[in-house]
Nanobody, 122 residues
Framework: QVQLQESGGGLVQPGGSLRLSCEASGNIFTINAMGWYRQSPGKTRELVARTTSGGTVEYADSVKGRFTIARGSGRGSVWLQMNSLKLEDTAVYYC????????????????WGQGTQVTVSS
């Protein structure tokens, strides 16, 4: 079983910064790609940023130049640095791993964290 745990959400004023972290736990051999998604009330979940197995990075147009995603030193960690936050960045942010290779063989797909709330408000 694989779990993703987010941390770092909170309340921040417009123009402020937050750093989200995600740590994977469980029977993990390797996680090649990880990403962040967000969902606001009444809206569908959308991609914020993700890293691919090839090492490339993809950002939503709305966060380019403001957010930075990077893998941590751990086997299954990823963080999201969010700068120049705007009111419209308010959402629940979810960590995602599309595929997790388990120790001993096997693959777990489409793993989501429980989410962390980010609220941008003056």
């Amino acid at each position: 079983q694989v779990q993703l745990q987010e941390s770092g959400g909170g309340l921040v004023q417009p123009g402020g910064s937050l750093r989200l972290s995600c740590e994977a736990s469980g029977n993990i051999f390797t996680i090649n790609a990880m990403g962040w998604y967000r969902q606001s009330p009444g809206k569908t979940r959308e991609l914020v940023a993700r890293t691919t197995s090839g090492g490339t990075v993809e950002y939503a147009d709305s966060v380019k130049g403001r957010f930075t995603i990077a893998r941590g030193s751990g086997r299954g960690s990823v963080w999201l640095q969010m700068n120049s936050l705007k009111l419209e960045d308010t959402a629940v942010y979810y960590c995602h791993a599309p595929q997790v290779a388990a120790r001993g063989g096997g693959v777990v797909t489409d793993v989501w964290g429980q989410g962390t709330q980010v609220t941008v408000s003056s």
